[in-house]
């Protein structure tokens, strides 16, 4: 796997134009199962491993202002590799990561994290957020044109895990850098104050969200095909609990169009009813913070066995999920970065487990059921699953039950979009 990384600077002195650096060097996160924070219980002190980020290619430099800028280099290689006891190694290309934030002081002195920072994969180890807050020490040297020494070690904890992070990263200014600067020009933008308002015809509805006491349960093993061997989990069983709180929250729905005349609130709701108005995507709300469980076990292995919170599980409406007819799209999904599924030991990815489109679950609502009062969404990941090293099922389900808060309905005018 290819790993894209942005490395986001602040703090940057002024230059004319952007720039290309040339980077050299890794990152190399090591670590292994520490008796002091409770290895012994997790069922990992023979686990040792590392991971290995290495920069490959150019690295623009763009400039944002006299204070800040984007460090950005087109791809990196990043592999996991894991020993636990006799099982042997587990080696696994990293989940992608996504960013680096800089700063220094006037002498020249940076700090520097990784914002999405990637994970030990499969195998076992640190979680990408265990590994995110590690910080990298170095210094800017040069003039205009900068260059950056992230070389040096620091000692760091993940869990059950103890470990030092091994930088040699530096960035040079390449030969032939690009010494232009980017512009943009066209016609006038029809936005702005002048711009007429339209007639659109509209339903908003507003709930408060329960999450009634769920869990979704996933048994698996290792699959006896050509990662058995990679990933180390021939023999191996294992179960992943992830279960979600009864906090509530609040989610609102939106349909609309536009129209040539105006209607009442009684012509609206009708229109919504029969599928009129389309209800575009809305970013997904935030359901409160679950916990992922999860037990493994492999041949000469200690029982692992972990509990870590799970954040980014979000409730969706509309244009996720299939299309039903007139049926509301209604979805559980996973929101910013992070595996929800991994703990510190090894185990399947979400995307081995769900697929790639970060859904957990999803049904058709009738639109009726919208606007009752209060009413119940089952969401049942129910189905198989085979993934690289791992096969298994998914079980268990996320109820959701909805009361309705406020329904307004009509024609308003809006400014085109």
Not at 114 to 142: E, K, M, Q, T, Y
Not at 226 to 249: D, E, N, V, Y
Not at 312 to 325: H, K, M
């Amino acid at each position: 796997m290819v790993l894209a990384l942005a490395f986001l600077i602040a703090g940057a002195p002024a230059a004319a134009a952007d720039e290309t650096l040339q980077a050299s060097g890794s990152m190399v996160y090591a670590w292994h199962g520490d008796r002091a924070r409770g290895c012994a219980a997790a069922g990992v002190c023979g686990v040792h491993g590392a991971l290995v980020i290495q920069p490959l290619g150019a690295t623009d430099l763009n400039r944002l202002g006299r204070s800040s800028g984007d460090l950005l280099f087109g791809a990196a290689s990043a592999t996991a590799r894991v020993t636990s006891g006799d099982s042997g190694p587990c080696v696994d290309q990293a989940p992608e990561g996504g960013g680096l934030g800089l700063g220094w002081t006037a002498g020249g002195a940076v700090s520097a994290n990784l914002d999405v920072a990637p994970s030990s994969g499969r195998c076992a180890g640190p979680l990408a957020h265990d590994l995110g807050r590690v910080p990298i020490r170095g210094r800017r040297f040069g003039g205009e044109r900068a260059s950056f020494d992230l070389r040096g070690s620091v000692a760091f904890t993940a869990g059950p895990y103890a470990g030092t992070l091994v930088s040699t990263l530096v960035f040079r200014p390449s030969v032939s850098p690009f010494t232009g600067s980017f512009s943009s020009s066209g016609g006038s933008s029809s936005s702005g104050p002048g711009r007429t308002r339209a007639l659109t015809e509209y339903l908003d509805l507003r709930y408060r969200v329960t999450v009634l006491a769920s869990a979704v349960v996933i048994p698996f093993t290792g699959e006896m095909g050509p990662f058995c061997a990679a990933l180390a989990t021939c023999g191996a069983s294992g179960t992943l609990a992830i279960s979600l709180p009864g906090r509530p929250a609040t989610i609102g729905v939106s349909a609309s169009r536009a129209v040539a005349t105006r209607v009442g609130r009684g012509q609206a709701i009708r229109d919504f009813l029969a599928g009129k108005l389309p209800v575009p995507a809305r970013p997904p709300v935030n359901l409160p913070r679950g916990l992922v469980d999860e037990t493994f076990t492999g041949p000469g292995l200690a029982a692992c066995t972990d509990s870590v919170p799970v954040t980014g599980v979000a409730l969706g409406f509309g244009a996720i999920g299939p299309p039903r007819g007139t049926a509301l799209p209604v979805a559980l999904v996973i929101e910013g970065s992070g595996d929800p599924l991994r703990t510190h030991c090894p185990g399947p990815a979400f995307a081995d487990v769900f697929g790639q489109n970060q859904t957990f679950a999803a049904v058709g609502v009738p639109r009726r059921q919208l606007l009752r009062a209060s009413w119940l969404v089952k969401l049942a990941p129910s189905g198989v699953f085979s993934g690289p090293g791992y096969v298994g099922t998914r079980g268990g389900a996320v109820r959701v039950e909805l009361s309705l808060l406020r329904v307004t309905a009509g024609t308003r005018l809006e400014a085109p979009s």
